[in-house]
Antibody, heavy 122, light 108 residues
């Protein structure tokens, strides 16, 4: 059974850097074809894919946020970390960690972590 | 970027009724489309991938159809637990994976 759980601050100040950690079980990022992504959802709004990282350390970012995002993995710890710089109130959202697959165009997300609400406010 | 447009924004239905949700892509995504269900306070759950394949454990009352730019999610007989928000997602344009704005299925 695959599970993912997000952790990190619930409140950050404008201009600060957000660091979120996804800790997962039931799979390994050392296995070919496996990926982990971060998706966010502002309150009452739709979903936005932020970043993806794969078993071979291939990293992909949302073009509109690329300059602010960094995604890394620690295969031995079963963790993926997302950092987002220069946080703004518009970045207030629930941030989800997701499991995905690279092969055969299987780029859907299943399962999802429970999500963590991050509020940006002074 | 491929823009996904869902309609209607809200669907008011009664339990037992058949619900039909639409998702349109700004350009062809072939059959590279997934549907998710999100209940209040919960993470989205994968329902359908490949436009029509149900994910593991998803009841048969959920079905997906379409290809190219027009897709439909049908719930054959709404159960109380089906009232939720539904999102479509295209994955043909990897890594620019995009979601629709969602359709809320509410109790009439």
């Amino acid at each position: 059974q695959i599970t993912l759980k997000e952790s990190g601050p619930t409140l950050v100040k404008p201009t600060q850097t957000l660091t979120l950690t996804c800790t997962f079980s039931g799979f390994s990022l050392g296995t070919g074809g496996v990926g982990v992504g971060w998706i966010r959802q502002p309150p009452g709004k739709a979903l936005e894919c932020l970043a993806l990282i794969y078993w071979d350390d291939d990293k992909r970012y949302s073009p509109s946020l690329k300059s602010r995002l960094t995604i890394t993995k620690d295969t031995s710890k079963n963790q993926v970390v997302l950092t987002m710089t220069n946080m703004d109130p518009v970045d207030t959202a629930t941030y989800y960690c997701v499991h995905t697959i690279y092969y055969s165009s299987s780029h859907w997300f299943d399962p999802w972590g429970q999500g963590t609400l991050v509020t940006v406010s002074s | 970027e491929i823009v996904m447009t869902q309609s209607p924004a809200t669907l008011s239905m009664s339990p037992g009724e058949r619900a039909t949700l639409s998702c349109r892509a700004s350009q062809s995504v072939s059959s590279n489309l997934a549907w998710y269900q999100q209940k209040p306070g919960q993470a989205p759950r994968l329902l359908i991938y490949g436009a029509s394949t149900r994910a593991t454990g998803i009841p048969a009352r959920f079905s997906g159809s379409g290809s190219g730019t027009e897709f439909t999610l049908t719930i054959s007989s709404l159960q109380s637990e089906d009232f939720a928000v539904y999102y479509c997602q295209q994955y043909t344009n990897w890594p620019l994976l995009t979601f629709g704005g969602g359709t809320k299925v509410e109790i009439e």
